[in-house]
């Protein structure tokens, strides 16, 4: 991949995620080349053109059949060209047609540990299951609902005040230090979804749970060197 990678975002809503993807673009090797949105009021829209970045709306009302609303939605990331499809809290289920086109160049991220608690309501479903552990993941997308292989992970333990919005805030922290992270690894040519199913990381098959963001951090902050993980999650796997 180009140290230039173009990524496109897609998103339904707030779009804090794109926003962080945004915020730290210039030193992560890639660009955000547009964004792709299917609610004309989203919030996430005003982000992209705070930053000059251009964005298409494709709203789902308009399509009546999925299978017109992916392919109408496909052109339209696709006229970004982009290197990799970043979903961002994009609320729509994606069709098999869609989701075969990007095999392996497109990536989701999910608050909570997968594959544990996929689906929605995340945080009020762990907290009524007295879970110590929650977090977030970043996957490579397939035909399963938050189901696709891995990349990595990232935790915190879960507070005896925490209720379900402050573990949606203390998630989104989460969320931003990692997503931009891991694009960039795809960006630099690091990170690819091999033909067994697998996860690489610089050649290497990551376990099924993917990278621990958790030991990343701690490694880096023993090793004294800045905020590439990337370094740092070779020295830890
Ligand atoms: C995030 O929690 C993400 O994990 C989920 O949707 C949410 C999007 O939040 N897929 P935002 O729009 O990026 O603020």
């Known amino acids: ?21 945004i915020d730290e673009s210039g030193h992560r090797g890639y660009r955000v080349a547009g964004v792709v949105c299917n609610e004309p009021s989203a919030f996430g829209l005003r982000r992209a053109a705070r930053a000059g970045i251009p964005a298409a709306v494709v709203e789902h ?23 990799l499809i970043v979903l961002a809290g994009f609320m729509r289920i994606l069709g098999p047609a869609f989701i075969e086109a990007s095999l392996g160049r497109m990536l989701n991220i999910h608050p909570s540990l997968l594959p544990a608690y996929p689906g929605m309501r995340t945080h009020a479903r762990v907290l009524a299951a007295g879970e110590r552990e929650h977090g977030a993941t970043v996957h490579f997308v397939n035909e399963k609902l938050d189901g696709g292989p891995i990349v990595a992970r990232s935790r915190l333990m879960v507070g005896e005040d925490d209720t ?46 993917g990278v ?21 999650v070779n020295t830890s796997m």
């Open 1 to 21: 991949m180009a140290a230039d990678c173009g990524i496109v975002v897609l998103i339904s809503g707030n779009g804090s995620n794109l926003q962080a993807l």
């Open 61 to 83: 009302g308009d399509y009546p059949e999925r299978a017109d609303f992916d392919r109408a939605l496909l052109a339209a990331v696709e006229k970004f060209a982009p290197g």
């Open 164 to 209: 379900a919005d402050s573990l949606a805030a203390r998630i989104r922290r989460l969320e931003h230090a990692l997503y931009p992270r891991v694009v960039g690894w795809y960006a630099a040519g690091r990170l690819r979804l091999g033909r067994d199913g697998g996860v690489y990381l610089d050649g290497a098959k990551l376990p099924t749970t």
């Open 212 to 232: 621990e963001a958790s030991e990343v951090a701690a490694s880096i902050r023993c090793r004294g060197v800045g905020e590439d993980t990337a370094d740092a």
